[in-house]
């Protein structure tokens, strides 16, 4: 019942995303909520990771709308699945563990760079500006919207202002129900009600159908996939990359370990099957995955049950959709824009190591200037220069090895669903270092949830090294800690990550009290504070020699 719940709660999450993220693409409002449909379904049945929640999401939006723009909806269904068959092949060559080590300047470079260009699309539509055709240059797109200016509409401003508003202020009132949903709701009604004349989905797509297309094969020829080679390359490199990089905070927060090469096989499915419905590409969402963890979701039923709550909402309601003012939808595409930004980690990323902040700014400028595919291309040589370079300064050869191999292979009797967690006690586990984002992407799904819990524990015995990137993450995530009023205690702390907190002035912060060498005590400490009788240390305890050697340091 508790998939269920979480899975009806997702299903609503996400139908203003995919509405939003279909029409930013340039396509009509209904492939959005198909791919979601047919695509989220699949990422769930077949996907690596008990919780992911797949559908479209805004990394995607650049590159779909350029593929569009110049070969029309049957080259996006063709470069989609061309997509989803080198998703399978990097799945079944074992190359799931191998995308943890892209650096991070190149993650946050596109990343960044992708959120300007979305926010850039959305100023015409926010704005109400009359321009019939915008340009795809990022410089002449915004020469045109300072050439239009004129011609501004102050009731599509009014109204894309007002769903800015409830979206960033709804929050306070309730987690439960999205403040997208809430701001969708509430314009619609308000241009209806008082008979504004600003853009709808109608009047710029017309009728919405309310049903699942027939699955039908697109057409190819030989000269059109050579040109879709590096976009189908593109979209498969961005969607590995989201979707492992969501599967790994989920198992931090629910205490398990996915398939890697699994959840690429799963992907690579779902964007061969999904085109021929008419969707987009799909890949793991971190938003709506960490809802799902959240409301309780656990197994692969509630991404299913996602999956269906969006059909029934497009069957049932779907005639209602076509209401939606554009500025609204345009009102959600830049918070979504604000989110992917990541502007205080880019402006962290700026201190550091000169070859860090080169790989950045040249990613984030390719990206934003030129153009993702070559972006990309640039990001991956540079990652590869960057990989060698850095794989020869580290002599521990176990570390690496144990990083490649894939997550699922062996059973840990010491996983946190053997143990029994006290009410109002979170526990969140990382697995390896903190590599290319998954420390900020943590921070982040920490703030979706209803109630900060009394106690967190943050779980590191596979955490054998930590940089400044994990410290800063450590450091935030402590302040945060004090403003809820929520006690921080680490568990299975290695040595060089404790030396390196003693270093950083964290571990007097933190208090030795609240540093534990494995997750019973550190229960047994939860416990304590709850003012709850200890259990002591479980039966199926298994210590490693790196526990041991910790404990004893």
């Given at each position: 019942?508790?998939?269920?719940?979480?899975g009806?709660?997702?299903?609503?999450?996400?139908?203003?995303?995919?509405?939003?993220?279909?029409?930013?693409?340039?396509?009509?409002?209904?492939?959005?909520?198909?791919s979601?449909?047919?695509?989220?379904f699949?990422?769930?049945f077949?996907?690596?990771?008990r919780?992911?929640?797949?559908?479209?999401t805004?990394?995607?939006?650049?590159?779909l709308?350029?593929?569009?723009?110049?070969?029309?909806?049957?080259?996006?269904?063709?470069?989609?699945?061309?997509?989803?068959?080198?998703?399978?092949?990097?799945?079944?060559?074992?190359?799931?563990?191998?995308?943890?080590?892209?650096?991070?300047?190149?993650?946050?470079?596109?990343?960044?760079?992708?959120?300007?260009?979305?926010f850039?699309s959305?100023?015409?539509?926010?704005?109400?500006?009359?321009?019939?055709?915008?340009?795809?240059?990022?410089?002449?797109?915004?020469?045109?919207?300072?050439?239009?200016?004129?011609?501004l509409?102050?009731?599509?401003?009014?109204?894309?202002?007002?769903?800015?508003?409830?979206?960033?202020?709804?929050?306070?009132?309730s987690?439960?129900?999205?403040?997208?949903?809430?701001?969708?709701?509430?314009?619609?009604?308000?241009?209806?009600?008082?008979?504004?004349?600003?853009?709808?989905?109608e009047?710029?797509?017309?009728?919405?159908?309310?049903?699942?297309?027939?699955?039908s094969?697109p057409?190819?020829?030989?000269?059109?996939?050579?040109q879709?080679?590096?976009?189908?390359?593109?979209?498969?490199?961005?969607?590995?990359?989201?979707a492992?990089?969501?599967?790994?905070?989920?198992?931090?927060m629910?205490?398990?370990?996915?398939?890697?090469?699994?959840?690429?096989?799963?992907?690579?499915?779902?964007?061969?099957?999904?085109?021929?419905?008419?969707?987009?590409?799909?890949?793991?969402?971190?938003?709506?995955?960490a809802?799902?963890?959240?409301?309780?979701?656990r197994?692969?039923?509630?991404?299913?049950?996602?999956?269906?709550?969006?059909?029934?909402?497009?069957?049932?309601f779907?005639?209602?959709?076509?209401?939606?003012?554009?500025?609204?939808?345009?009102?959600?595409?830049?918070?979504?824009?604000?989110?992917?930004?990541?502007?205080k980690?880019?402006?962290?990323?700026?201190?550091?190591?000169r070859?860090?902040?080169?790989?950045?700014?040249?990613t984030f400028?390719?990206?934003?200037?030129?153009?993702l595919?070559?972006?990309i291309?640039?990001?991956?040589?540079?990652?590869?220069v960057?990989?060698?370079?850095?794989?020869?300064?580290?002599?521990?050869?176990?570390?690496?090895?144990?990083?490649?191999?894939?997550?699922?292979?062996?059973?840990?009797?010491?996983?946190?669903?053997?143990?029994?967690v006290?009410d109002?006690?979170?526990?969140?586990?990382?697995?390896?270092?903190?590599?290319?984002?998954?420390?900020?992407?943590?921070?982040e799904?920490?703030h979706?949830?209803?109630?900060?819990?009394k106690?967190?524990?943050?779980?590191?015995?596979?955490?054998?090294?930590?940089?400044?990137?994990?410290?800063?993450?450590?450091?935030?995530?402590?302040?945060?800690?004090?403003?809820?009023?929520?006690?921080?205690i680490?568990?299975?702390?290695?040595?060089?990550?404790?030396?390196?907190?003693?270093?950083?002035?964290?571990?007097?912060?933190?208090?030795?009290?609240?540093?534990?060498?494995?997750?019973?005590?550190?229960?047994?400490?939860?416990?304590?504070?709850?003012g709850?009788?200890?259990l002591?240390?479980?039966?199926?305890?298994?210590?490693t020699?790196?526990?041991?050697?910790?404990?004893?340091?």
């Amino acid at each position: 019942m508790k998939d269920v719940v979480a899975g009806v709660m997702v299903g609503i999450v996400a139908l203003p995303l995919a509405i939003a993220f279909a029409i930013a693409s340039g396509v009509s409002p209904e492939k959005g909520l198909i791919s979601a449909v047919v695509g989220g379904f699949l990422v769930s049945f077949l996907g690596g990771s008990r919780v992911q929640i797949g559908g479209p999401t805004g990394a995607f939006i650049v590159i779909l709308y350029g593929i569009v723009q110049q070969y029309g909806i049957n080259g996006l269904m063709l470069a989609t699945i061309m997509s989803g068959i080198i998703l399978m092949i990097m799945g079944f060559a074992q190359f799931g563990s191998l995308i943890k080590f892209i650096p991070y300047p190149v993650i946050v470079g596109f990343t960044s760079g992708i959120a300007v260009i979305i926010f850039s699309s959305q100023i015409k539509d926010f704005l109400g500006l009359n321009i019939a055709h915008v340009p795809a240059d990022f410089i002449s797109k915004w020469t045109a919207y300072g050439r239009n200016l004129p011609t501004l509409d102050l009731l599509s401003l009014m109204i894309g202002m007002l769903a800015l508003l409830i979206i960033l202020f709804w929050p306070k009132i309730s987690r439960k129900i999205p403040g997208s949903l809430v701001a969708i709701i509430a314009t619609t009604l308000t241009v209806q009600y008082f008979h504004l004349h600003v853009a709808t989905i109608e009047s710029r797509f017309g009728e919405i159908p309310s049903m699942i297309p027939v699955p039908s094969l697109p057409f190819f020829d030989f000269a059109t996939i050579r040109q879709l080679i590096m976009p189908a390359t593109t979209i498969a490199l961005l969607g590995a990359i989201e979707a492992l990089l969501s599967a790994v905070v989920a198992d931090g927060m629910i205490g398990s370990r996915h398939k890697s090469n699994m959840e690429l096989i799963a992907q690579g499915a779902a964007n061969i099957i999904t085109p021929l419905f008419g969707g987009l590409p799909v890949t793991g969402a971190i938003a709506r995955t960490a809802t799902n963890v959240k409301n309780g979701g656990r197994t692969p039923v509630a991404g299913m049950i996602h999956a269906v709550t969006l059909l029934l909402i497009m069957l049932l309601f779907g005639k209602w959709a076509k209401l939606i003012p554009m500025p609204a939808l345009a009102a959600i595409l830049i918070i979504v824009a604000w989110n992917m930004s990541e502007i205080k980690v880019f402006r962290e990323l700026l201190k550091s190591p000169r070859s860090d902040v080169v790989v950045l700014l040249t990613t984030f400028s390719l990206t934003v200037v030129f153009d993702l595919t070559l972006a990309i291309e640039i990001g991956m040589l540079l990652s590869v220069v960057l990989f060698m370079q850095r794989m020869a300064q580290l002599s521990n050869v176990g570390v690496i090895t144990k990083d490649l191999k894939d997550s699922d292979e062996e059973e840990d009797p010491n996983t946190i669903v053997t143990r029994k967690v006290p009410d109002g006690v979170e526990v969140f586990e990382f697995n390896g270092p903190f590599f290319f984002g998954a420390a900020s992407k943590f921070r982040e799904a920490m703030h979706i949830v209803e109630k900060a819990p009394k106690i967190r524990i943050i779980r590191m015995r596979n955490v054998l090294s930590i940089d400044a990137t994990g410290l800063n993450l450590m450091k935030e995530l402590l302040k945060d800690c004090i403003k809820a009023e929520t006690r921080l205690i680490l568990s299975g702390v290695h040595a060089q990550p404790l030396f390196a907190l003693q270093q950083y002035g964290l571990y007097d912060e933190i208090g030795e009290e609240n540093i534990f060498g494995n997750i019973d005590d550190a229960l047994d400490h939860a416990r304590e504070i709850l003012g709850q009788p200890k259990l002591g240390r479980q039966p199926n305890f298994v210590p490693t020699v790196e526990r041991e050697k910790n404990m004893t340091s």
